[in-house]
């Protein structure tokens, strides 16, 4: 069985096995229930066919001894929002892929619905040997890329549920990352601190709020809603956030949030005459160059993007006989800075 030179569907390796395209689907499945000895005779014919080849599954492979010539970046989200954390993340993933001696092409969605197809039908035709999606999509989007981009690595994501295995996922433990900012702030005696995090539906924003949820849980503290707050990842949506608390008279004395966010908690508090860290503590999370930059410096939980990157780049370029998709977390870590002095 040699391999193909173009693309190689589900029904192709069933056909190879003599089996159902269904029951090639749940070998691909790990967490399917099949026999061993069936399992691994779909996975060996789908990596000798090229479905599961070094992370590559349907990509025309590079010849061998030579290194891949494209490895392509898909970066979805608006670009109002995180601009700042998307572009350190695009540095770091242009920089790694680049000192590893490959060519990086970078495709942006803007979240616009043709212009999400415009970069799909291009990223299609760039017959790329990897594929690095991040940012954010819709679910549709997102199962459309991993349909078509099958090994695809999706960085800062966790992607779909378990019904598509079919690509890896590598990120921050943003849960730690809000268990780390909310234990500081606690053991500088902080008791009514403020949640500002994106919108609610985003997984970023549900694994901060479980994070500084368990932290309370954790010192028998009670999670108060009104200390809750959801705005649009943006700086002014920060601003306006805590605007609004302080219109209410509602009394707190820290606040975590992303480091983007935090200059609109600092644009508030100083047009208020609110000190920082006196009379308000902040944490930030992401530790982008803008925290160094505000006065004074802002406390931050790193997530660190260069990590990051390389483990992107090591789980396309590790030599395997078959794909298995890797699900990792990065754990944060805290940078105490003048914020929380």
Same mark, same amino acid.
């Given at each position: 069985?040699?391999?193909?030179?173009?693309?190689?569907?589900?029904?192709?390796?069933?056909?190879?096995?003599?089996?159902?395209?269904?029951?090639?689907?749940?070998?691909?499945?790990?967490?399917?229930?099949?026999?061993?000895?069936?399992?691994?005779?779909?996975? /060996? #014919? &789908? %990596?000798?066919?090229?479905?599961?080849?070094?992370?590559? =599954?349907? *990509?025309?492979?590079?010849?061998?001894?030579?290194?891949?010539?494209?490895?392509?970046?898909?970066?979805?989200?608006?670009?109002?929002?995180?601009?700042?954390?998307?572009?350190?993340?695009?540095?770091?993933?242009?920089?790694?892929?680049?000192?590893?001696?490959?060519?990086?092409?970078?495709?942006?969605?803007?979240?616009?619905?043709?212009?999400?197809?415009?970069?799909?039908?291009?990223?299609?035709?760039?017959?790329?040997?990897?594929?690095?999606?991040?940012?954010?999509?819709?679910?549709?989007?997102?199962?459309?890329?991993?349909?078509?981009?099958?090994?695809?690595?999706?960085?800062?994501?966790?992607?779909?549920?378990?019904?598509?295995?079919?690509?890896?996922?590598?990120?921050?433990?943003? /849960? #730690? &990352? %809000?268990?780390?900012?909310?234990?500081?702030?606690?053991? =500088?005696? *902080?008791?009514?601190?403020?949640?500002?995090?994106?919108?609610?539906?985003?997984?970023?924003?549900?694994?901060?709020?479980?994070?500084?949820?368990?932290?309370?849980?954790?010192?028998?503290?009670?999670?108060?809603?009104?200390?809750?707050?959801?705005?649009?990842?943006?700086?002014?949506?920060?601003?306006?956030?805590?605007?609004?608390?302080?219109?209410?008279?509602?009394?707190?004395?820290?606040?975590?949030?992303?480091?983007?966010?935090?200059?609109?908690?600092?644009?508030?508090?100083?047009?208020?005459?609110?000190?920082?860290?006196?009379?308000?503590?902040?944490?930030?999370?992401?530790?982008?160059?803008?925290?160094?930059?505000?006065?004074?410096?802002?406390?931050?939980?790193?997530?660190?993007?260069?990590?990051? %990157?390389?483990?992107?780049?090591?789980?396309?370029?590790?030599?395997?006989?078959?794909?298995?998709?890797?699900?990792?977390?990065?754990?944060?870590?805290?940078?105490?800075?003048?914020?929380?002095?």
């Amino acid at each position: 069985m040699q391999p193909s030179r173009k693309s190689v569907s589900i029904s192709d390796i069933a056909r190879a096995c003599n089996v159902s395209a269904m029951t090639v689907s749940r070998a691909l499945r790990p967490d399917a229930v099949i026999k061993p000895a069936t399992r691994k005779r779909i996975l /060996e #014919a &789908a %990596a000798q066919l090229g479905y599961l080849r070094n992370s590559r =599954l349907g *990509r025309p492979a590079a010849e061998p001894g030579r290194t891949l010539p494209k490895i392509q970046l898909i970066i979805g989200g608006s670009p109002r929002k995180m601009v700042q954390f998307h572009a350190s993340l695009i540095a770091a993933l242009e920089r790694e892929i680049t000192t590893a001696g490959c060519e990086c092409v970078l495709f942006c969605s803007d979240g616009d619905a043709q212009g999400f197809l415009r970069v799909l039908e291009t990223a299609k035709r760039t017959l790329a040997h990897a594929t690095i999606i991040a940012g954010d999509f819709a679910d549709q989007e997102l199962r459309a890329l991993l349909l078509n981009f099958p090994g695809a690595v999706v960085l800062d994501n966790p992607g779909l549920a378990a019904e598509n295995c079919t690509f890896s996922s590598i990120g921050f433990d943003n /849960e #730690a &990352a %809000a268990v780390t900012a909310m234990e500081h702030l606690l053991g =500088l005696n *902080r008791r009514n601190i403020v949640l500002l995090t994106g919108v609610p539906e985003h997984f970023f924003s549900r694994e901060i709020l479980s994070g500084y949820c368990a932290a309370l849980e954790q010192r028998r503290m009670p999670v108060r809603p009104e200390l809750i707050r959801h705005t649009d990842f943006t700086t002014a949506g920060a601003e306006a956030a805590i605007d609004d608390l302080l219109a209410r008279h509602i009394d707190f004395d820290a606040v975590f949030t992303n480091d983007e966010m935090a200059a609109g908690v600092y644009r508030s508090l100083q047009r208020h005459t609110i000190a920082i860290p006196r009379q308000v503590a902040i944490v930030g999370c992401d530790d982008l160059p803008l925290g160094k930059l505000l006065y004074p410096a802002l406390t931050t939980v790193k997530l660190d993007y260069t990590l990051l %990157a390389r483990e992107a780049l090591d789980c396309i370029t590790r030599q395997e006989p078959g794909f298995r998709p890797i699900r990792r977390r990065l754990a944060p870590e805290l940078v105490v800075r003048q914020s929380t002095w």
